[in-house]
C-alpha cells in the first residue's frame, strides 16, 4: 500500500508542479486558511495522498459494514 501512496504523491505532484493555479484553487476549498509556510504544490499533493486513505478507509468500512 506504501507503493500506491507513494506514487499517488509523485503523480499528484507533477500535476500541481505543472498547473500551480490548480494547486491553490483545491486548497482555497474549505473552512480553514491553508498554512502559508507550505509550499501549495507540496501540500496539494499531500492532499491527494489523504483522498486516497479517506476513500480507502470508506472502502474498509462498508466492507465491514456488508459482513454483519
Known amino acids: 500500500e506504501l507503493a500506491v501512496l ?3 504523491y509523485r503523480e499528484q505532484k507533477a500535476i ?11 486548497l482555497a476549498v474549505g473552512e ?11 501540500l496539494a499533493a499531500m492532499t491527494g495522498v489523504a483522498n486516497v486513505l479517506l476513500n480507502l478507509n470508506e472502502t ?3 466492507s465491514s459494514h456488508q459482513l454483519d
Open 6 to 8: 507513494e506514487k499517488t
Open 60 to 62: 474498509i468500512t462498508r
Open 16 to 26: 500541481f508542479e505543472e498547473d500551480k493555479k490548480a494547486a491553490e484553487e483545491l
Open 32 to 42: 480553514s486558511p491553508r498554512p502559508k509556510d507550505i509550499d501549495a504544490v507540496e
